[in-house]
């Protein structure tokens, strides 16, 4: 079960309170031309990595709000959360996160 | 190897079982192999066993990072059905349900398989027209189904709350009657004993660290137990199947997420088929030792923890609780998760990848343990050839980029 807090409105929630959209910072086509293998690329293909993931996250029970959380695909472990709007995960989360993998003493990512 | 009879059992009774042999060879990898399956599950061990029995390819390994049958093939519900809406789907898992029909004969390994029914309770008039289709579906398709109504659903189970004022009433249901359970287990014994009489190799504690590409095919894998060279690699891990995809260089439309099941402690025997509540997210059966087999909906992000949510448990406690009333005091006695592989449309991917020589078979999300057997044997089948056989065909990587969906996830709701 996760605990997460909300970065919009504050509450702090158990993960049935909030609904998962996946993986973030996927960069969006074109639009007009697009090859049908990036376009099928583009809508299925995930990295879906085994450690350190970034995600899209709404409070669906709540405020209503999208915004990103960092975590751990294979401990749950929350590194922290930010703006919707981030195109990329902002240093000092993605710092923090880095610091708590290797606390624990596991690679960022495995394959195992 | 000896065969198993009643006669071996009696011979071995009178001698104490102190002569029992070991089910399956144990050996040390060889330096190379024509094949080389990663994944020793069900899916793994029935390809491996397909691909020495029916196209004479035995120089083959399966290599297991933990022990067989230890992952999915462990994890699930047992559930055996072939009652899917898409004729492409249809094929597969019917031929697989038939193979499950004679599968301890030809394993000479009981599997159990227990053709009880299954059973698909409608509880909206939305879900009730939706398996109507279905039913029409699997009667062109050669799986056939029959509607069932809400009287007959009480007598095939007497323990469904059939009051007409519940939030979800049972319009009616969608009856498999040659559905039903095996035991999970033995079907990946069952192989791994039948495939290593045949010559291939089952090697234990044998993860796969890297793949070893050369001018764009594969040429062999990198192991906790060395270096083994291959001419072809089936990649069958399920959850970990990106995770292997990334070691050949390659992406799949899939993401891992978590699906949990649990037991009640055992009680008298209540049920005698499989009951799926696909609108309230709970499907039930009762086993050998009593225990009611519970199931629910998937996690809803990526997990590779082997551990579930709290919150997927209520959900489905509370939805089987509405559906079945007398289990609300039961006391549960275990509860475990998978890493299930989802693809976009609930489908599963087998067949060729972008790298020469490295197939793959994954993507059975939450519904893989049905088609155990058909898997293993059209993938054999597309493994010896090089090329998919006519039940794999549709279900190719290539569907994603040309929009060629098998699109199960709306006509299957929730459960798998």
């Known amino acids: ?112 | 190897m000896s065969r198993y009879s009643i006669f071996s059992l009696a011979r071995n009774a009178f001698a104490q079982h102190r002569n029992w042999q070991r089910a399956w060879r144990d050996p040390e990898p060889k330096a190379a192999y024509d094949v080389v399956i990663v994944g020793g599950g069900g899916h793994g061990l029935a390809t491996a066993y397909y691909l020495a029995k029916n196209h004479g390819v035995s120089n083959v390994a399966v290599l297991e990072k933990g022990w067989i049958g230890g992952g999915n093939t462990g994890r699930n519900t047992t559930i055996i059905r072939s009652n899917y809406l898409r004729d492409e789907s249809a094929a597969l898992y019917e031929l697989s349900r038939r193979l499950f029909e004679t599968l301890s004969q030809e394993l000479n390994f009981n599997i159990m398989f227990s053709p009880r029914g299954v059973l698909m309770l409608a509880q909206t008039e939305h879900e009730a027209r939706g398996y109507q289709r279905t039913l029409h579906a699997t009667r062109l398709n050669d799986a056939p189904t029959s509607w069932v109504d809400r009287k007959r659903v009480k007598e095939l189970c007497p323990i469904v709350n059939d009051d007409r004022n519940a939030r979800y009433p049972i319009l009616g249901g969608l009856w498999q009657p040659r559905g039903g359970t095996a035991r999970h287990d033995a079907v990946a014994w069952g192989y791994a004993r039948a495939a290593s009489e045949l010559g291939v190799d089952i090697i234990q504690n044998c993860p796969v660290e890297g793949i070893d590409i050369e001018h764009g095919r594969v040429v062999g894998v990198r192991t906790g137990k060395g270096a083994i060279r291959c001419k072809k690699l089936g990649v069958v891990v399920a959850g970990h199947s990106t995770r292997l995809a990334d070691m050949a260089g390659f992406r799949l439309p899939i993401e891992s997420v978590a699906l949990q099941a649990y037991v009640s402690e055992p009680i008298k025997p209540v049920m005698d088929i499989v009951i799926m509540a696909n609108t309230v997210h709970g499907y039930m059966s009762q086993s050998d030792k009593g225990e009611l087999v519970i199931g629910g909906g998937a996690d809803s992000y990526l997990n590779y923890s082997q551990r579930g949510s709290w919150s997927a448990i209520e959900e489905t406690t509370r939805a089987l609780v509405e559906t079945f009333p007398i289990i609300s005091r039961l006391k549960m006695l275990r509860q475990w998760g998978g890493i299930v592989d989802m693809t976009g449309d609930r489908s599963p991917i087998i067949g060729k990848t972008p790298v020469g020589g490295v197939f793959v078979n994954c993507g059975w999300g939450t519904g893989g343990f049905k088609a155990t057997p058909g898997s293993g044997h059209c993938f054999a089948a597309t493994l010896s050839k090089g090329e998919p056989d006519d039940v794999a065909a549709p279900f190719s990587l290539e569907r994603f980029s040309e929009g060629r969906m098998i699109d199960e996830s709306a006509a299957a709701a929730v459960a798998h």
């Open chain 1, 1 to 112: 079960m996760l605990m997460i807090q909300c970065p919009c409105c504050g509450a702090t929630a158990e993960e049935a309170d909030f609904h998962c959209g996946g993986e973030a910072h996927i960069v969006r086509l074109a639009g007009d031309n697009d090859a049908d293998a990036d376009l099928g690329a583009y809508l299925f293909e995930r990295a879906n990595p085994k450690g350190l993931c970034f995600e899209r996250w709404r409070h669906q029970y709540g405020c209503g709000k999208w915004f990103h959380l960092a975590r751990d695909s294979r401990t749950m472990e929350i590194f922290g959360v930010y703006d919707i709007k981030a195109p990329a995960p902002p240093a000092e989360i993605v710092a923090e996160a880095r610091r708590r993998i290797a606390a624990r003493g596991l690679p960022e990512h495995s394959n195992n």
